[in-house]
């Protein structure tokens, strides 16, 4: 038996003031996840908690509770989890137009499974996230999701993909289109570092497909497509990472449904989209690591900005001196 704690701190600062498909606001808060692990052999593991968020300048204590209990089996590379779990543990790859910033701030769990394999040259996972069950208040909604990589020697290529299906309320009084979202990202890349001075050098580059469907107004699917590049340089912890995309604009009702429907970053509805984050990791241990980071948003024929720190704290790695 032993602890499962860790502190979460964020601090996100957005200037989109006259933008057409995003919103400006600033997001922070602290989240604190207690809890317990149970290890009954090398290979199964129980893990309960709770997760608590305080924003920043709310009156409240708790502004919000996410309950974290979930078994998991670990053996040679591959891992499979039941239950309510971190949601980094299957989404940490996933680009922004798949899962946006607020996400990972405000929705710290997945609830449902994960099955993943991390080997020499394939990594891969298939992962589940039952989002809202149904009732009079609240839509039925479920993520289904796979990501992968092959690596051959300094190459590689990798796919990511989800299903999201968003449901009506129980009994409504006005009926409903169901809606399909589905969004899959294919992208060849070469990851450079062993050549170069950098501490990291990694570009690749890839094709969107985004599918949308209302079942009752039988439109069919309605596809949408477009380029995403991914170049990454660091060097002793000091970095740049720019995503480029061009295309078509995804999210086809995202005027209906809005961040309920689509939960990538909505200025991914444009047709050009940059994206330019220079970012500074000035912790960086096996108990901290802080990440302060400025970045710049081309798009609209507009530049946006914003700042972001945090900082996460892995609390079992402490040793309490005597």
Known sequence: MGFNTSLYSFFDNTEFGHSRVHIPQTMAGVRFAPGIRVSFDSLHTVVAGINVLHEYGSSNVIDDLSPSAYYMYSNKGFSFL?????????????????????????????????????????SANLWLDWTSRQSYESRETFFVGFSGKYCREHFYIQNFSYMFHFAGFMDPPVDEPLH?????????????SEFVFLSR?????????????????????????????????????IGIFNTFYAGDGQM?????????????????????????????????????EGRLEFSFHFTEGNIYNEQALKVSVNLNNIKMKH
Do not use: K
């Open 252 to 288: 086809e009702y995202y005027p209906v449904h809005n961040n309920e429907l689509y939960w990538g970053d909505p200025f991914y509805r444009t047709t050009t989209y940059n994206r330019t984050d220079f970012y500074w990791n000035f912790l960086r241990n096996n108990i901290i």
């Open 201 to 237: 050098l990694d570009l690749n580059v890839g094709y969107v497909t985004g599918f949308d469907r209302a079942r009752a107004l039988n439109t069919g699917w309605l596809l949408h497509h477009g380029f995403l590049t991914e170049f990454n340089a660091e060097y002793r912890g």
């Open 82 to 122: 039941a239950g309510a779990f971190p949601r980094e543990q299957a989404l940490y790859r996933f680009p922004r137009i798949f899962f946006r910033d607020s996400v990972s701030f405000y929705r710290p769990h997945i609830n449902g499974i994960l099955l993943d394999y991390s080997g020499r040259r394939v």
């Open 180 to 192: 399909d979202n589905l969004l899959q990202l294919t992208s060849v890349g070469a990851d450079l």
